[in-house]
């Protein structure tokens, strides 16, 4: 089961709007997991983000895998703490995704069962 490294330092990334708009402010935090992941778990932890609506997004590196999270830098401190708790669930909930075949897979396996049935 993956997870983040509790132990491990994080980064924190700071982003300044040019033009001063300090609402476009915002961190980059970099959450270190506590093992690699594959591309699919990458693939599926961005698309579970994106549908969430949460601006985060997992990295592997030869070094370390990474969740990246872009916190606004003018929301208050419990929104910001339930920002970080949403992106960390995701990580389970990618676990769980990775683990089940595909939609289209068990479409095919359907189509191809039925045919077999004829």
């Known amino acids: 089961m993956t997870d983040i ?8 990334g700071h ?13 980059v ?8 992941v594959d591309q699919d778990w990458v693939r ?3 698309r579970l ?7 985060a997004r997992a990295e592997d590196h030869p070094h370390r895998a990474q969740v990246i999270v872009e916190v606004p830098g003018f929301i208050e401190r419990d929104n910001i703490h339930a920002l970080l708790d949403a992106a960390r669930a995701l990580i389970t909930e990618t676990d769980a995704a990775v683990e089940r075949p595909p939609p289209m ?3 095919e396996h359907a189509v191809r ?3 077999s049935e004829q």
């Open 15 to 27: 982003v300044y709007d040019v033009g001063h708009h300090r609402d476009q402010d915002h961190l």
């Open 49 to 55: 983000a994106r549908v969430k609506g949460i601006s």
């Open 113 to 115: 069962e039925w045919w």
């Open 29 to 36: 935090v970099h959450i270190p997991l506590a093992d690699h």
């Open 5 to 12: 490294e509790p132990g491990a330092d994080i980064t924190i």
């Open 44 to 46: 599926w932890y961005q």
């Open 105 to 107: 897979a068990e479409a």
